[in-house]
């Protein structure tokens, strides 16, 4: 088969469509023909050798896929071959094939073609497992997502508004705020204009947030803390702004907050499971009846990699770029 290899860390033209060795599904396995992946910024991190897989998983980029199944392990129940599905992964969505633990198989959403649910499994399982399994957002709250018009933003505001949250969001450009407005946002900051930590305030009487999900990590620290209600909770998902920040504990105890940070890459095949199970409980019935849909900005030959990377790296698109066979 063949696969996006990287024989060394560099730029998009790093990423190299090579012919390798065929997967073969073990012990709770399948294996996967792969029609489409998508593009995750650890996947630009992984190419430039900051990102290694975890231990035993694909060499190969790629954390989600939609495709077929061709081949069951020994121990699989409950999928058959030829059956259509996305899938989370620990890496290889770049590839022809992949070879994924069964618990973290999801069927494809009814009304998604195959291609588009590809979008989904890496940021519906993010924003379910931190935004509601960890910050437990309720109906009635305020919600703040930084980066509201990526593949993680648009999902988010969704799901946030699907439960009766007010949402708002940071993006830096006109278009991807009233992208975000249409998509049910309550509350737009142009964070190239706008300090959101005054907008947030005064868009909640001055009690702020109740959840954050930021993918900014240190250079927002303080300002997101500073931006949380009593009791509220800020979930780090990214470090796109440095890893080394200062945290004000006085401001987080005066406020009984929390502050917690996770990656989904790294984590033991079962606790993706248990991910995987609560997003097809949860949030595909969601799809289904059209009241959450994945974004996609534009789709890129598979082979054809790097001008994907290159499309995210330039930071214009609005949702998900897909890779396709």
């Excluded at 088969?1 to 560099?10: C, L, S």
């Excluded at 992949?98 to 979008?119: I, K, N, R, S």
């Excluded at 990699?305 to 330039?314: D, F, S």
Aim: proline content about 6%; hydrophobic content about 45%.
């Amino acid at each position: 088969m063949h696969a996006i290899t990287i024989p060394e860390a560099g730029g998009p033209e790093a990423l190299v469509w090579a012919e390798v060795p065929d997967p073969v599904p073990g012990e709770g396995e399948v294996l996967v023909d792969v029609v489409a992946s998508a593009v995750n910024r650890a996947d630009l991190l992984q190419r430039q050798g900051f990102y290694n897989p975890p231990p035993g998983s694909s060499p190969y980029p790629g954390l989600e896929c939609a495709g077929r199944v061709t081949d069951i392990g020994p121990g699989v129940s409950g999928w058959e071959i030829g059956d259509e599905v996305c899938a989370l992964l620990a890496g290889g969505g770049y590839a022809e094939q992949v070879v994924v633990p069964a618990g973290q198989l999801l069927p494809v959403p009814e009304g998604v073609d195959l291609v588009t649910a590809a979008a989904l499994p890496e940021v519906t399982s993010t924003v379910w497992s931190n935004v509601f399994m960890i910050s437990h957002l309720r109906p009635g709250e305020t919600f703040l997502v930084h980066g509201g018009s990526s593949g993680i933003g648009t999902m988010a505001i969704q799901l946030a508004k699907a439960v009766g949250a007010k949402v708002a969001v940071t993006a830096g450009t006109k278009e991807k705020l009233d992208f975000c407005g249409e998509l049910g946002a309550d509350i737009l900051i142009n964070y190239r204009e706008q300090d959101f930590v005054e907008e947030i305030k005064k868009a909640t009487d001055g009690a702020g947030a109740d959840v954050i999900l930021d993918n900014m990590g240190a250079k927002y620290l303080d300002r997101n803390v500073q931006s949380l209600a009593t009791n509220g909770r800020l979930a780090i998902i990214g470090m796109q702004g440095g890893v080394k920040g200062e945290l004000n504990i006085a401001t987080l105890l005066g406020k009984r907050a929390a502050v917690t940070a996770t990656s989904l890459r790294g984590r033991p095949a079962e606790e993706k499971a248990t991910i995987v199970a609560a997003v097809r409980e949860h949030v595909w019935p969601l799809i289904a009846a059209g009241h959450v849909r994945p974004i996609v900005d534009q789709t890129v030959p598979m082979s054809d990699a790097a001008a994907a990377h290159r499309v995210l790296e330039e930071s214009t698109h609005i949702g998900k770029v897909l890779l396709v066979r």
